[in-house]
């Protein structure tokens, strides 16, 4: 089994602070985006996407998508459970999970993409106008999340699962892509700070 892995990206970032979670430990092939090494023709035979990361399995088989590889190692080991326990809990997971993703890291990277020098050769055409629709968007999300934080420590209850690691992935994209988090969002700096704290996240 072989992990192919982006150090400096947020969604293998997520796998990894995942697996760091459930201490599992993985062989790791790192593929530098700024090289371009995802798109080789090694690396596109393993992910037609150029995507990362990317799970292959000793039989051959690759699992991509960082929440795909993360429910493939919940089914093995699945303590501590990262995406909830029961019906209720694992919708309220998912939830949390998608809204983050939707509202959160999704237009975060439309930013980093749009704007950032050295995205021009993977963001083909970089478009400024999109990056700036997006800024107010994430600003409203994260005032939403802020007031869903009172009284809570964790996105979806009292438990951390994997809606709270894409949380913290999100929240720290936030800096490479100039976006600053209001200093009024006492619930979420708290929240980003606890999650930060957790030694999963230098994963
Ligand atoms: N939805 C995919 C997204 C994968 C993805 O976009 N990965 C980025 C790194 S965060 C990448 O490989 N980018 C290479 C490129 O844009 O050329 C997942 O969750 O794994």
Not at 40 to 64: C, F, H, K, S, W
């Amino acid at each position: 089994m072989k992990l192919y892995d982006s150090k400096a990206a947020p969604n293998p970032r997520r796998t990894r602070i995942f697996l760091a979670e459930k201490r599992i430990e993985l062989p790791m092939e790192q593929v530098d985006i700024m090289a371009k090494q995802h798109y080789t023709p090694e690396y596109t035979q393993v992910n037609p996407l150029q995507r990362m990361p990317a799970l292959v399995l000793d039989d051959g088989t690759v699992i991509t998508e960082s929440i795909a590889i993360c429910r493939y190692f919940e089914a093995l080991q699945p303590e501590p459970a990262l995406f909830g326990r029961g019906a209720l809990e694992g919708a309220r997971v998912e939830m949390w999970n998608r809204r983050l993703e939707l509202h959160l890291l999704f237009p975060v990277s439309h930013v980093f993409r749009n704007t950032h020098p050295a995205m021009k050769a993977m963001e083909v055409p970089q478009v400024p106008a999109w990056a700036e629709a997006n800024k107010p968007r994430i600003l409203d999300f994260i005032g939403i999340v802020d007031r869903e934080l009172e009284g809570r420590p964790f996105i979806s209850g009292d438990h951390f699962t994997v809606a709270d690691i894409t949380g913290l992935v999100s929240l720290d994209f936030m800096k490479p892509a100039k976006l600053a988090i209001p200093d009024e969002l006492k619930h979420l700096k708290r929240w980003h700070a606890d999650l930060a704290a957790r030694p999963s996240a230098s994963a």
